[in-house]
T-cell receptor, first 115, second 113 residues
């Protein structure tokens, strides 16, 4: 099965600055990499995902980059705002290929936006 | 996306008892998943539930402890049996949309005394 490592565990940035969270995965056959945001008392919310046929994907202030050779992917949040404060999780398919068999999650990053 | 509801949203239970958690989706889905999130931790996949077949459990999870039903394409239940304080967690269901994209429900917060 897949193994996903996520860093850092806590990230504190000034409002307006950028935040970067990094993940590595072990299975070179994995081809789908989602990012989730979890606010206190809520379920994880899918914020962006990337498939292995592209190296980068953007959605407004959020972007994800993928390096298949190095088996790592990163979440980039620009112009951070107080509402970005949450726990962010990366994930990859638990078994080779797609996520139809469930996801393996990183340990999470607690992002704190300082006013 | 998908609209997913879970019942109950939270519960406090006595050790040795069982709790059944319900997951309802707004449209038919093939795959439903159950995850556990222990306090302050990440999510761990418990099992995959397909309609019309037995659930597939991950290593460390067994059917006697976490029986799952999947009677139709919009509904599933997870039972946490013979509970102990170590079972105190958030239990989350998720569904697949558009290939492998997964959406999560709001979770059920379980405390076992």
């Amino acid at each position: 099965g897949e193994n996903v490592e996520q860093h850092p565990s806590t990230l504190s940035v000034q409002e307006g600055d950028s935040a970067v969270i990094k993940c590595t995965y072990s299975d070179s056959a994995s081809n789908y990499f989602p990012w989730y945001k979890q606010e206190l008392g809520k379920g994880p919310q899918l914020i962006i995902d990337i498939r292995s046929n592209v190296g980068e994907k953007k959605d407004q202030r959020i972007a994800v980059t993928l390096n298949k050779t190095a088996k790592h992917f990163s979440l980039h949040i620009t112009e951070t705002q107080p509402e970005d404060s949450a726990v962010y999780f990366c994930a990859a398919p638990s078994y080779s290929g797609g996520g139809a068999d469930g996801l393996t999650f990183g340990k999470g990053t607690h992002l704190i936006i300082q006013p | 996306s998908a609209v997913i509801s879970q019942k109950p949203s939270r519960d406090i239970c006595q050790r040795g008892t069982s709790l059944t958690i319900q997951c309802q989706v707004d449209s038919q889905v093939t795959m439903m998943f159950w995850y556990r999130q222990q306090p302050g931790q990440s999510l761990t996949l418990i099992a995959t539930a397909n309609q019309g077949s037995e659930a597939t459990y991950e290593s460390g999870f067994v059917i006697d402890k976490f029986p799952i039903s999947r009677p139709n394409l919009t509904f599933s239940t997870l039972t946490v049996s013979n509970m102990s304080p170590e079972d105190s967690s958030i239990y989350l269901c998720s569904v697949n949309r558009a290939l492998d994209t997964q959406y999560f429900g709001p979770g059920t917060r379980l405390t076992v005394l």
